[in-house]
């Protein structure tokens, strides 16, 4: 065989790792080409549920009359408790505590009651304003003030973390304070909401189509509500329109009442809230209530801390347990705390139940952690600057954390040193001062905060993923792995793994929608892991096809093993060349296996919970923001002037999409700590549940001037995916800075003598009502 020699040799293939890619979707989303899963063609008679809600906080119901229901125009059929044929509970931690629809006691406002299917999403809307349900209402919880862990109800066992005499340490300490700080929760406001459409098939099977985070779980709930084996029940998704967090599991309901009813009736069943019921009956980031005490010395050396974390979880356990556990592994952020103790409290309330959220509960960790800094900073009349910089972990020593784990990859010193130098700082400061002297009515403030996240999922078991690679005889390449994708680029960060491992261009890769037919016992798409697990998990994948084709070249070609080299588009064997489908199409002649499924699990982690003890994190991603605002001290009104951000991504797999995803984290914190309130009355009813009454960040919010940069020389220490570290979560917290810039620019008005107590969100009313009570108490 003479080899083919290619006229023109490509050096670099087009899209491999450390590129500039687009999303792979993005030309769609812009256009309204994606396919979204109410963009797809229903199948013919497709039936539309719409949830009944409860319309008290805590009630027995004494008697349902749904007889209007069913006879409303359209309606086919209704479902109640009764009608789940398997087991009435979702509970994703097995805790039993979350029915598919109350029965007998209904422990929230909102919560789902009974199911209408109707021949349209219209029809189902109004049959369940008929219904008429009494109640013998009861006692109800919905603020977490004043609630205490010893003697309050718990949703979930809390956690204790210690490492050495907290109390002790801040006994003897030269100076002590303790406080408290509020943060509110946050409500995922994805784009596109929570949906469901489940089409029955032979045997009993029934396949899902579900705007979901976690397909497996999803998978394994339905099979529970239906009373089938996981075999009968397929999920699939090709993209979500934002997930957050709120779609890892609070898409199980839609799915198994879709699923109940299709198998019932033998037809297609959808069902997509509106969006008021969406915010009223799924969980929310967790708003939080801190008690801190702090002891330290003079030139604000923290000597010994103790936290306790109150957290508003709802009704029911969800991911209550673990999110409140990472709250406590972010206690410290970047800082190290010789004597500490921290206690969380998921408190049972009579609200939704919280979920995950972007974060997974590290953001309202450090927000006490940012708080006592701040505590001490004022108390010793210091720069806030100063005191992080003196209580930073240390690179050799001072690197133990509240759970034990030691920080290996410290980089935050280099990380603010540069920030403080690119964004001026020093001058700005002075700058600052200058003019709030000269200032009646507007005052600036501006802060640095630092954000040290931990990766890797807390419950070790999921740190694993599946992928599944196939290479055709044309040399194009098929990829299915077991994330998810929410906007954020996974799939084409996925691609370009798998077109570097091959060499091709990344147009020869094709990523098909995730299902749990093809990859199975998928982990969540969460906890920043989507790249690092099924990045790992397809370039496994990938690895082993390649070796399989270079043990056939070397044989077939009779070289050495390492004559085999993969280079741009083709492959040298010896020392001539061929394209690579070529090769492909030689090797499937031979009987080579194209195919493979790849796995990976991360290394080195375990966890120990009930000592408190581990290695729950496989490395750390660190990050630093620097903001500037301006208040009116007459409305409370403000202004985020400028923002500098400088974040690390390891060696980013794509910057363009990391770029984005760092602006996109760190506007959505900034919104979660100034704008977004979640309010609920007296009734123990929500009412921010729409987007008249519920403020996201605008893009007039957006920062006047916003500098974003990469800490380009970053390189992850572990064997992560090309050296790469995550990025969907750790920037979120970037947005503490504007929260803490507005905290500086309020004690402007005591002269910085008295610490603001600013709560989150700080909305334009608690920022003026801090700074009325700053001038009552000078």
């Not at 049959?127 to 209402?137: D, G, N, T």
């Not at 045997?203 to 899902?208: A, F």
Request: hydrophobic residues 40%; aromatic residues 8%.
């Amino acid at each position: 065989m003479t080899a083919h020699q290619p006229s023109v040799k490509a050096t670099k293939i087009a899209g491999g790792v450390h590129t500039d890619q687009r999303h792979d979707s993005a030309h769609k989303h812009v256009t309204g080409e994606a396919i979204y899963i109410d963009d797809m063609p229903e199948p013919r008679g497709t039936l539309h549920g719409c949830l009944g809600l409860s319309t008290v906080a805590h009630g027995k119901m004494v008697k349902i009359d749904l007889a209007a229901v069913r006879t409303a125009p359209g309606v086919v059929d209704v479902l109640t408790a009764k009608d789940v044929p398997g087991v009435n509970d979702i509970s994703p931690t097995g805790r039993h505590d979350e029915p598919v629809l109350a029965e007998g006691v209904v422990q929230f406002y909102g919560q789902p009651i009974f199911c209408v299917i109707a021949q349209t999403r219209e029809q189902a809307r109004r049959a369940c304003k008929l219904a008429k349900i009494e109640y013998e209402e009861l006692p109800f919880v919905v603020d977490i003030g004043g609630l205490d862990v010893e003697k309050d109800k718990l949703v979930t066992p809390n956690l204790t973390l210690t490492r050495g005499d907290a109390a002790e340490a801040i006994r003897k300490a030269p100076r002590r304070l303790k406080g408290q700080v509020r943060n509110g929760g946050q409500d995922h406001f994805y784009l596109e909401g929570q949906i469901s459409m489940a089409v029955p098939g032979e045997d009993g099977d029934v396949t899902i189509y579900c705007s979901t985070q976690h397909p497996s779980e999803v998978q394994h709930m339905v099979g529970h509500a239906l009373g089938v084996p996981s075999h009968a029940v397929t999920i699939e998704i090709r993209r979500m329109g934002g997930g957050f967090g709120g779609k890892e599991t609070q898409g199980n309901q839609f799915a198994a009442l879709a699923a109940i009813a299709a198998k019932k009736l033998g037809r297609a069943v959808k069902i997509r809230p509106d969006r008021d019921d969406d915010m009223t009956a799924t969980g929310k980031r967790h708003d939080f209530l801190i008690d801190y005490e702090i002891g330290f010395d003079d030139e604000g050396n923290i000597l010994g801390v103790e936290f306790t974390y109150g957290a508003r979880c709802g009704f029911s356990s969800d991911l209550s347990g673990p999110v409140t556990d990472r709250a406590l592994f972010h206690c410290d952020n970047a800082y190290f705390y010789p004597a500490v103790k921290a206690v969380s409290a998921p408190f049972y309330t009579n609200t939704v139940s919280n979920t995950a959220f972007r974060g997974f509960g590290g953001p309202q960790g450090m927000i006490g952690a940012e708080r006592i800094i701040d505590e001490v900073a004022f108390a010793t009349g210091k720069d806030p600057l100063e005191i992080r910089r003196k209580n930073f972990y240390g690179t050799t020593d001072r690197n133990v954390t509240p759970y034990h784990q030691t920080v290996e990859d410290n980089i935050i010193h280099r990380i603010f040193d540069e920030l403080e130098q690119s964004a001026d700082y020093d001058g700005r400061r002075r700058e600052i001062r200058a003019f709030n002297n000269n200032s009646r009515f507007i005052k600036r403030g501006l802060a640095i905060t630092p954000v040290k996240f931990g990766i890797s999922f807390t419950a070790t078991h999921y740190n694993q993923a599946g992928a599944l690679v196939h290479v055709y005889t044309d040399g194009s390449v098929h990829l299915n792995h077991g994330g998810t994708e929410m906007g954020q680029g996974l799939n084409t960060k996925v691609a370009q793994v798998v077109a570097e491992e091959f060499q091709i261009d990344i147009d020869q890769v094709k990523i098909t929608a995730t299902t749990t037919g093809k990859v199975p016992n998928t982990s969540a798409t969460a906890a920043s892991s989507g790249a690092d697990l099924n990045g790992m998990a397809a370039q496994d994948g990938a690895r082993q096809i390649k070796a399989r084709l270079i043990d056939f070249a070397a044989e077939k070609w009779n070289v050495e093993k390492d004559q085999v080299v993969f280079l741009p588009n083709r492959v040298r064997i010896g020392n001539q060349e061929i394209p690579f489908g070529e090769l492909i199409k030689l090797a499937y002649f031979a009987r080579i296996q194209l195919s493979a499924a790849g796995f990976y699990k991360t290394p080195k982690i375990h966890w120990d919970r009930a000592k408190g003890q581990g290695r729950p994190f496989y490395y750390y991603a660190y990050g630093a923001a620097c903001a500037e605002v301006s208040v009116d001290v007459l409305t409370g009104e403000y202004m985020v002037e400028r923002v500098d951000i400088l974040h690390e991504t390891g060696r980013s797999l794509n910057k363009a999409l990391d770029l984005g995803q760092i602006e996109g984290a760190f506007i959505q914190g900034m919104g979660w700590l100034t704008t977004e309130e979640l309010w609920w009355d007296a009734k123990g009813r929500l009412r921010t549940f729409a987007p008249s009454t519920y403020k996201i960040p605008l893009a007039s919010d957006r920062p006047k001037i916003f500098n974003v940069t990469l800490a380009d020389w970053s390189e992850n220490r572990e064997n992560t995916v090309y050296k790469s570290k995550a990025v969907g979560e750790p920037p979120f917290m970037l947005g503490m800075a504007v929260y803490h810039a507005l905290t500086d620019a309020v004690a402007s008005v005591a002269d910085h003598k008295l610490h603001p107590q600013l709560d989150a969100p700080a909305t334009p009313e608690r920022v003026l009502m801090a700074i009325e009570r700053l001038k009552a108490a000078r």
